[in-house]
């Protein structure tokens, strides 16, 4: 890889020149960050065994799931203050507590209540995840590399979402959902340990009063262009919240007639086509200099790609793989939204400014998934079996996804109203 100093890859040469304890900060965080995809996914695996083992009903573990959502989205703009007063360090290694014990309570459920609870605190865990990797990026590298970290840090968590489908699923066989789960907790102790030892002690930037955080804090709620990339940045999320960590793998099952192990093929595709255009997005971004014509295109091929996935009879299982694909590759250009967020705020405000956009963006999965759950409980009709459980056909589904498809294209028309912000890294 290096010859005489120099790096064959210039991306590898920005992060090999920086200091050891910047890249070792960088890659706990990206550990961490993987490891909250994969215990936020895992749920989407177990959907047919947890309505079995607890006789509860789509929308009931609709709800369970998104629970998560609450404490993460209440805390993005607190995660975003305290990131940008003590840094990282911190913040993770408390997350990484909060994640072990939430991951353990769920696995050891014994009813929907501690099932609500566990996914409780893998929630407040989860919150400071994707905010600390935004605030390393900010913290370490130069302002036209931080699209790059950023897309790095989102394929990292797309690579975790593929692990916690087919390989969870394969496991949950292998030993059981409990013991796949409390493995998972294991993982985050070990990721805790090395916070400790390994990641730099560099607190925030800033060092502002809070006085200054909050006066700052103010001027980001009232900024039109925050609120107008939240929202546009939610939609642009939903292939992953709604689809990926949740609902695609029981509708392809129940769409082709395949097992679980097989239908989870379509949640891990939605998450390599949204782990690969994390990264190629900023690229394109900085080739055709725009950040928002950028967002415009990739949301209008992903809610052509998705609509003729969930919806047309001559698509078969590889075709609807195939496009599945294409169209997370393009809705990955959500990623965008991060630096033009920052690019709107003193860069002391970083970790504020995600903050902000991130707490907006992550109400897709709050919404949508218990939102879902219960329109096919709608659409359904109260049809069941003779033991009383529901059944859901494809009709049924469909019928669900048409409000995944629509809120889709609402995003793509608010984005058009983004006042973009050129800055220096663009040509």
């Not at 994707?130 to 840090?153: H, N, S, V, W, Y």
């Not at 705020?345 to 970083?350: F, L, M, Q, T």
Request: with cysteine.
């Amino acid at each position: 890889m290096m010859h005489n100093g120099r790096c064959v890859i210039p991306f590898c040469n920005s992060i090999m020149s920086t200091r050891n304890s910047a890249v070792m900060t960088a890659m706990t965080c990206w550990l961490f960050y993987l490891l909250v995809y994969i215990v936020r996914v895992e749920p989407s695996v177990l959907s047919n065994c947890f309505m079995d083992e607890f006789k509860i009903t789509s929308s009931v573990y609709g709800f369970i799931v998104s629970i998560a959502y609450i404490p993460y989205i209440i805390m993005q703009i607190p995660c975003g203050i305290i990131a940008d007063k003590l840094g990282t360090k911190s913040v993770l290694i408390s997350s990484c507590i909060f994640l072990t014990m939430g991951t353990f309570i769920f696995g050891a459920a014994g009813g929907v209540l501690q099932l609500e609870i566990g996914r409780f605190f893998i929630g407040l865990a989860s919150s400071a995840a994707f905010l600390c990797c935004i605030k390393m990026a900010t913290d370490c590298f130069e302002p036209k590399k931080q699209g790059m970290m950023m897309g790095i840090t989102m394929s990292m968590g797309c690579l975790g979402g593929i692990t916690g489908t087919a390989p969870v699923a394969y496991l949950v066989n292998l030993v059981g959902w409990r013991i796949a789960t409390y493995s998972m907790a294991c993982f985050g102790v070990l990721i805790g340990i090395l916070a400790v030892v390994c990641m730099s002690n560099k607190s925030g930037k800033s060092g502002s009063s809070n006085t200054e955080i909050f006066k700052a804090l103010k001027l980001l709620v009232s900024n039109r262009n925050i609120w107008v990339l939240g929202f546009s940045g939610a939609m642009a999320y939903l292939p992953l919240s709604a689809l990926a960590e949740l609902w695609i793998v029981p509708f392809i099952e129940k769409r082709f007639s395949i097992s679980t192990e097989i239908a989870a093929a379509a949640s891990i595709t939605i998450f390599i086509g949204y782990g690969i255009g994390s990264v190629f997005s900023p690229w394109v971004a900085q080739k055709i200099a725009s950040n928002k014509n950028t967002l415009i295109i990739g949301l209008s091929v992903a809610v052509c790609a998705f609509w003729t996935a969930l919806f047309s009879d001559a698509v078969d299982f590889y075709a609807c793989l195939g496009l599945l694909f294409v169209g997370s590759l393009c809705a990955a250009s959500s990623m965008l939204c991060f630096p033009m967020a920052c690019s709107n705020v003193d860069a002391k405000y970083g970790g504020t400014a995600s903050g902000v956009v991130n707490m907006l963006i992550m109400c897709s999965g709050l919404i949508f998934q218990p939102a879902l759950g219960k329109l096919l409980d709608f659409f359904r009709g109260g049809l069941t079996t003779a033991e009383g459980l529901p059944i859901y056909t494809i009709e049924t589904y469909r019928g669900a996804m048409r409000a995944f498809v629509i809120a889709m294209i609402f995003g793509l028309i608010i984005t058009f109203f983004v006042s973009e912000k050129k800055t220096h890294t663009e040509k």
